[in-house]
């Protein structure tokens, strides 16, 4: 069964210390990965996508085919990065439906 | 900058009664989406469209669920008769091509009595 599990549901980091948001997925073939983002008062917006291999807000995140994660890094946390994220994934063709995991709120404290 | 527009973004109404959601998306997009999302969910595709046709709806409950996107532009979600479980927020969101990236419309927030 497709799935994507984020285990924690609030995540809460000093300003400046590291980030890491956990995504763990389950899909039988080669899927492609996301990270959406969700900032107070804002649309739901894609932050990245694995094939992209793109570093955006400072923020990265390696498929790990192996252990099946898609973890999502910063080494510095801003107050601004406080939101809302959630992993998702889509198979390869271009009639795949996205999945989204229950999401992991972010808080940044100053 | 261009947005996907939603109406209404607030809907309260009592259960066993009709609702109807609008969403407009990015001019030029072909591919249109429902989803819904229950508090402390993340979204669930409800319906996709490539222009006017459905392309995927297998968690769309037909029973009392029907998404049209007659002229391949703007789309409705009817919800007829609406129960509790039905609350939550129902957001669409458009693609340029399938499986191109997704932007996000408000999303109604949708309250049944």
């Known amino acids: 069964a497709q799935r994507v599990t984020q285990p924690e549901k609030l995540l809460s980091v000093f300003k400046g210390a590291p980030v890491e948001l956990k995504c763990n997925y389950s899909?039988?073939?080669?899927?492609?990965l996301f990270w959406y983002v969700q900032y107070s008062r804002q649309r739901l917006q894609l932050l990245l996508r694995?094939?992209s291999r793109e570093s955006i807000k400072g923020f990265t995140a390696d498929l790990n085919k192996g252990e099946t994660s898609f973890h999502l890094k910063k080494p510095f946390a801003q107050e601004e990065d406080s939101a809302m994220y959630y992993c998702?994934?889509?198979?390869?063709?271009?009639?795949?439906?996205?999945?989204f995991g229950s999401g992991t709120r972010l808080s940044i404290r100053p | 900058e261009a947005e996907v527009a939603q109406s209404p973004r607030y809907k309260i109404t009592e259960k066993s009664q009709a609702v109807a959601f609008w969403c407009d998306p990015i001019?030029?997009?072909?591919?249109l989406y429902w989803y819904r999302q229950i508090l402390g969910q993340g979204p669930e595709l409800l319906v996709q469209?490539?222009?006017?046709?459905?392309?995927?709806d297998s968690q769309l409950p037909k029973d009392r669920f029907s998404a049209e996107r007659l002229k391949g532009v703007d789309s409705t979600l009817k919800i007829q008769p609406a129960e509790l479980g039905d609350s939550a927020m129902y957001l669409c969101?458009?693609?340029?091509?399938?499986?191109?990236?997704?932007?996000f419309g408000p999303g109604t927030r949708l309250t049944v009595t």
């Open positions: 969101a458009s693609s340029l091509v399938l499986a191109g990236e997704q932007y």
């Open positions: 694995h094939i």
């Open positions: 899909y039988s073939g080669s899927p492609e």
């Open positions: 001019s030029g997009h072909a591919t």
């Open positions: 469209f490539q222009d006017e046709s459905v392309v995927d």
């Open positions: 998702a994934l889509s198979g390869r063709s271009s009639a795949s439906k996205i999945i």
